[in-house]
């Protein structure tokens, strides 16, 4: 008979799934073959590798590989393209979804919370936009709240597997 508790085995079979789901997922290292480190499928490799670093997982390897890989112009150019994105952010959002894409889609590509998007559009409206968007935003799920639960659940599963 086993001394582990239901709630136990419950943790660990969780754990394994979000460990198994994590390998299968992330990209390797090794699956880039570029001669410029500023085209378009690198950069869409390096994006995958970040979202992979957010979770904790292979941000030394991707910072080491970054280096080697970018110039000193390299990284001034995306350092510079990287603030402009920032500042422009909004108004992509806001003409995507004036275009009739919905909050949820623009938020699943752009790589924000739903509800960093509606803020945006909160925002928008506030300061006088004029664009076309018709969007419902009186009931909204606090998707940043849920994120960080979920930040939260994983952490401690993964403390909880470090203690075993």
Do not use: C
């Not at 664009?131 to 009186?138: F, T």
């Amino acid at each position: 008979m086993s001394n582990t508790t239901p709630a136990e085995t419950l943790h660990a079979t969780i754990a394994a799934a979000v460990q198994q789901y994590e390998q299968d997922t992330a990209p390797a290292i090794d699956d880039t073959e570029q001669d410029d480190p500023l085209s378009r499928s690198y950069l869409r490799w390096l994006a995958k590798w970040h979202d992979r670093g957010r979770a904790g997982r292979g941000t030394e390897q991707l910072i080491a590989h970054v280096a080697d890989e970018f110039s000193l112009l390299d990284a001034r150019i995306l350092r510079a393209a990287a603030e402009v994105v920032t500042s422009a952010t909004p108004e992509i959002i806001l003409k995507h979804v004036g275009g009739g894409m919905t909050p949820a889609a623009v938020a699943r590509e752009i790589g924000l919370t739903e509800s960093r998007v509606y803020g945006i559009i909160r925002e928008a409206r506030k300061g006088g936009w004029t664009g076309d968007v018709n969007v419902d935003i009186s009931n909204v799920l606090d998707h940043d709240a849920v994120d960080a639960y979920l930040t939260g659940l994983r952490a401690s599963i993964t403390d909880g597997k470090k203690d075993d």
